[in-house]
């Protein structure tokens, strides 16, 4: 938002080292130094989204949201601009080594007058002895240490702090809010790619102490990496911070932050051997951090980033043991897992939003029952996946991931009904996915993966009304697919598949030649052959 206010990006070092300094050192410009067309109400709203200390933000993006709001609707903002005060406050703990450097300055300045007063005193009374002499060496020498060691936990201190802005503002956004919105992929992935060279200088650190830190950012850049569809590098990433957190695990078990990070790093190694193809060893590299994040939350009860953090550990290990299709049962019990562990963080913390969350698990549990054949249950699960997107989409009615998502689920609900023998629920689905992925495809006709699953929702159409021989009805619905396709292969390249178009010309051509239009479903059938 900073950027698109004022044409200009937050920081503007000429080189990496530049960047970094400045992201860990200074504020953000304010927007009206650089537009002074900008107005003030906004400004504040922006320099309040990008303060630095998580506390001074807004809590959560619907706050955010809302402030905009009220800003749009011309009502009393509820961001104020920092006092004199506080920006000194801020000041003083952003530079806090600079703080430090000079009261250190001044003790050492302070012990140096009183040394000398003690040695022009003592020089007049000729009463100074060797003994007196070294043991105020050995204070000053003990003093020294402690400041070095003081120096050195701020500068460990720092690069935790510069890897967690990072995770925040990089990775949360580059992984997470911009994975669905259209137009933002080449952004994305140069943000992604930013995130990747941000975190190099962090790779480098070797000493114990900073073990944790570095594994850290090892285990988001396997992350990166396999976002960028570099499998191999974020298998080797995800590799090298499992050997840097593994003794820390021996010898800090009951940190929270040890525990995290292991957790993490797990799951960073399932993910990309998963990538890779390897499924079966993908399985066994996440299961552990779902026994971590158990501790996380037996240690630390009411920390709701521990929640998410075992949410997030089941679905993966549950996705990656069905795609196995050998590993149904462990993927359903990690769904069924999930749900009970959503419905008492409902309990415990009814001010959070669990909503996506368990859209999520009932959407994946369907798939799974739906695997197993048991279709009425998975029908039940899909049913509620639709009521809770559908809910989020009225609260959020210009959200295009809500939407998508929403689509999505939809469209593999339409298979259960057939399953059932209920076709008119089936074609109910299937007609009401196609309208929303319709709405998708006209505001966004340029986005491939919104075009393809129009395309995907009314291949399923003909196919349904072919198989239930309305051969009629399904010459429109296979000409649009085939449309689609062609669409698609042009704006969205790895969905492009040669034999795709194969059995829709079977179909449409069938379908004419049995509504009898003879000849022209002739010419359309023959490209089967091919």
Known sequence: LDELLTLTPLFRGQSKAALIHQTLNDVPQAPRSIQNAIPRDLETIVLKAVEREPKD??????????????????????????RMLDRVAKWSSRHRQVVATAAASAL???????????????????EASSRGVAEEAAEDAQRLQTEAETQR??????????LAAADEMLLTVGLNELNDVPHMEPTRRRLLQRALDFYQPFLQEDTDAAALETARAWTSVARIHRQLGDYEEALAAADIARRLVEPLELERGGDADVLQAAANAHLARGAALGSTGHLGPAVVAARPALGLCEQLIELCPNHVEYRRDILNALGWIANL?????AGLAESGACHRKALVLLAEAHRRFPEENWDEESAFVHHWLASTLADQQQYAEARSHYEEAIRI??????????STRIKHDLVHVIFYASEMPVEEGLSSDAEQYLRRGIALAQELHQEFPEVGEYTWRLAQGTNYLQTFLFNAGRFEEAIAP???YIELVQESNSNYEWRKNTRSLGWPFFHLGYAQFAAGRHEVGRRHGTPMIY
């Open 57 to 82: 933000r807004y809590l959560t993006a619907g706050d955010f949201c809302a402030d905009l709001r009220r800003y749009l609707e011309s009502r009393p903002i509820r961001a104020t601009r920092p």
């Open 389 to 398: 997107r559908e809910e989020l989409l009225a609260a959020d009615p210009g």
């Open 153 to 162: 936990d701020l500068a460990r201190e720092n690069n935790k702090r510069a």
């Open 478 to 480: 296979a000409r649009r």
């Open 321 to 325: 043991a069905r795609d196995t299709h």
């Open 108 to 126: 050492v300045l302070l012990v140096g007058l009183v040394f000398s007063v003690v040695t022009v005193v003592d020089a007049y009374r000729k």
